[in-house]
């Protein structure tokens, strides 16, 4: 046995395992079955009393039920990666925080083989530094002795002065001296634009106005608490050190300031939440430089990243070689190492994430120095492990069980359960969990009024479920009520839709949990950015021409909460759930012309005010044609606005799918009119009768606009100057005669 002292205040401690032993020789062998990259940095033993008091006495309890008194202990490996390392070393394995996504359910996993367990470490998502293929390294010798300089540990303090005091020293120099202690002497990674614009690009700038001044290179950021953050000016280049502290040794920010004082390198240090910003070399005349030393729990969050050409890295001992910090080699990337290298010796750069607004600067910093953005951007997403969803057997006796057998034999007296199992994909649990909270804020008693409904399918539709959910692209194009995934509270209803309903095959059937949705949210608006939603007091049914003509100022008044979606997110959901269109989309031309001429302005005025944006519209709209007519009084400008949108229906008269709608032809044959209109929405002609006493009711009554009002104001007289002068405004519209004749 291995005695080490029980801790004090601290209840775990760790202890390295001497290299001579048995063990650790047997656990390197094991360890270096991974590949012939992996390196062991240290084998520690965990001393926990409380954790091994607690196992003991276990391990007694179960000894007394197993054959011989012999609990089968067995010693097996366990990959983790985060917060979890210091959480299993602290507490051990708390059921609370295992994995959802094994492959038979939650738990902790454990294996024999340490291959197996190094897929769920850190180390497993990145690729470990290696050579670079024969072909590219006589191509580029100079980058391995750049690497060299960076983590060979076994250079001299000769060599290094060199670096930082010898009359070739240069800015590049003295930051390798710096990156050599941070790799070498505190175990650090480099990663990040020193890699790629210095070591491989070998590229250099510096502004051409500044040339002579270094110390304004230097610029501030104040942060969120309001320290004056230094960064480097963007054109110089290379611009700073990006460094991950190591995961396994504590990192001292004093020594690593006292090394650097060691070659007379100034520094300044700022501290943030989740990194060390350093100035270094301030008032040297090569010129300052930053450093951000990540801290661990930060650096395993970043599995994500821009560019291919940022993703290199540098590690201690490899004097030659070179590693990616994020696996982007296998499928559907497969960007290899060499393909980066050449990448960056061309100036080319390819995207790996979804471009937002920090990925766009990004992007235009780039192109600035005259790099090139080549392929389609790629949306990189961290491996995930090798199931996401299983299946569960639901034990017989449970009352689930029971009551869903119950169910399902009111289907008829042949019916027989083969099995009922529970699907376990954290991913779509997760979802589900995360909207039902939000939506039980929005309902009264904060009751999201979830139901469990049966769904029946059959042939690959029931893997898909599975493993994605009901995802709306699939959906049944044939139900009674549109497109959709249909759910019913009797099962007889939802078996017709199985495989066994008119065959002797299994069917499969799911018991589903389903929120119902609040039918008081409506959509408002929507820009270039997103789509809006108000959440009104009552549901949009119980809204209608009588009570609210025009609903946008209903929306607008009576809104109780605005919410948005992003447009992106939101024409894929309307997309997919909206299903084809009934026949053809009917446009009136004044809503055509808000949406193709002016919307940005359209979409201000209704959003912020919706009142006034009704009286503005019409003269908005007809912007471009009052500019090409010159009207010249009140009369000529109101016809203008009159006849404007019939000018634009007949130059666009291939994107309708009617004749024009006139109103002598609504009055004079309204069922007719309603009918040809009903036909190409997809409205049923049984609520003609409705929409006629619908049209004959005045929707003004009450205001200045309503029937009565306006058949009291008298029509002057034209003149023959004012006929002769709509006529030729007419002409110059281009409107047919027989329409527009005074």
């Known amino acids: 046995m291995d005695y080490i002292p029980r801790p004090h205040l601290k209840h775990a401690v760790l202890v390295p395992l001497p290299s001579s032993s048995t063990l650790y020789k047997a656990l390197l062998q094991k360890m270096q079955t991974i590949g012939s990259s992996m390196k062991i940095i240290s084998i520690e033993e965990i001393k926990n009393p409380l954790l091994e008091d607690t196992y003991e006495s276990m391990k007694k309890v179960i000894a007394r039920e197993c054959p011989n008194h012999n609990p089968n202990e067995q010693k097996l490996f366990h990959g983790t990666k985060g917060d979890a390392i210091k959480g299993i070393v602290d507490d051990g394995y708390d059921d609370r925080f295992f994995s959802r996504t094994g492959a038979w359910g939650p738990g902790a996993y454990f294996a024999d083989n340490p291959q197996k367990s190094h897929k769920y470490t850190a180390a497993y998502q990145s690729v470990q530094p290696r050579l670079l293929r024969p072909k590219k390294r006589k191509a580029y010798p100079e980058i391995e002795e750049k690497i060299s300089h960076i ?27 710096v990156a050599w202690i941070a790799v070498c002497k505190f175990n650090c990674k480099l990663e990040g634009g020193f890699v790629r614009d210095w070591i491989v690009g070998n590229y250099r700038s510096r502004p051409i106005n500044l040339l002579n001044d270094p110390k304004r290179w230097i610029e501030h950021q104040i942060n969120a608490n309001g320290v004056n953050i230094p960064y480097i000016n963007k054109e110089v280049v290379p611009s700073d050190l990006d460094c991950h502290l190591p995961l396994n040794v504590y990192f001292d920010i004093d020594k690593f300031q006292d090394e650097l004082y060691k070659f007379d390198i100034t520094c300044q240090v700022f501290r943030q939440d989740w990194r060390y910003v350093l100035l270094i070399d301030e008032d040297a005349p090569t010129g300052a430089f930053t450093m951000d030393l990540i801290e661990p729990h930060v650096a395993l969050t970043h599995d994500r990243i821009d560019f291919d050409v940022s ?72 491996r995930p492990h090798l199931k996401h969803a299983v299946l569960v057997p639901l034990p017989s006796s449970s009352t689930l069980y029971k009551a869903l057998l119950q169910k399902m034999q009111t289907i008829g007296p042949s019916m027989k359960i083969i099995s009922i199992e529970e699907i376990r994909n954290p991913l779509l649990e997760d979802t589900y969990e995360s909207m039902k909270k939000v939506i039980a804020r929005e309902c009264p008693n904060h009751n999201p009024n979830e139901q469990k409904l049966f769904h029946g399918t059959k042939g ?45 095959q299994p069917g499969v059937m799911f018991y589903n949990k389903l929120l119902k949705y609040n039918p008081n949210w409506v959509l408002y608006t929507i820009t270039d950015r997103y789509a809006y939603f108000t959440l009104l007091p009552k549901p949009i049914a119980e809204y209608n021409v009588r009570n609210a003509p025009f609903l946008s100022l209903e929306q607008f008044s009576d809104a109780l909460k605005l919410a948005r979606m992003p447009i992106k997110d939101f024409c894929t959901f309307a997309c997919h759930s909206l299903g084809p269109m009934k026949g053809k989309a009917t446009i009136s031309s004044y809503k055509m012309m808000d949406a193709a001429i002016f919307w940005k302005e359209a979409v201000y005025l209704q959003s912020n005010f919706p009142k006034l944006g009704k009286w503005l519209f019409g003269y908005e709209l007809e912007k471009s044609t009052v500019e090409k007519v010159k009207p010249e009084s009140l009369l000529e400008r109101a016809f203008v606005i009159f006849a404007a949108p019939y000018s634009w229906f007949l130059k666009n008269r291939h994107c309708y799918a009617l004749p024009e709608v006139t109103y002598e032809n609504l009055i004079s044959k309204p069922e007719e009119t309603i009918g040809a209109v009903f036909d190409v929405c997809g409205i049923s002609k049984s609520l003609i009768p409705e929409a006629v006493t619908a049209l004959n009711r005045d929707s003004q009554a009450g205001t200045v606009l309503s029937r009565d009002k306006m058949a009291q104001v008298k029509s002057p007289e034209l003149s023959k100057f004012d006929r002769k002068r709509l006529n030729e405004i007419a002409k110059r519209m281009e409107l047919p005669e027989s329409v527009f004749h005074f």
């Open 151 to 177: 983590t060979a540990s076994e250079r001299t303090m000769v060599d290094l002065y060199k670096g930082v005091k010898s009359t070739d020293a240069t800015r590049e120099t003295r930051m390798e001296v």
């Open 311 to 382: 993703n290199l890295s540098l590690e201690k001992d490899y004097p030659r070689e070179i590693g990616m910090r994020i696996d982007i080699t296998e499928s559907p990337y497969f960007i290899e190492l060499e393909t980066i290298i050449e990448n960056i010796k061309s100036k080319h750069f390819q995207v790996l994430r979804p471009i937002d607004k920090p990925v766009t600067d990004r992007i235009d910093r780039m192109i600035q120095r005259q790099w090139t953005q080549i392929g389609e951007p790629m949306d990189y997403i961290p």
């Open 460 to 504: 690959d539709a029931i893997k898909g479920i599975v493993d994605d959910g009901y995802d709306d692209r699939f959906f049944s194009q044939g139900g009674a009520w549109g497109p959709g995934a249909y759910f019913a509270d009797n099962p007889q209803k939802s078996h017709k839709y199985t495989a066994a309903y008119q065959s002797i």
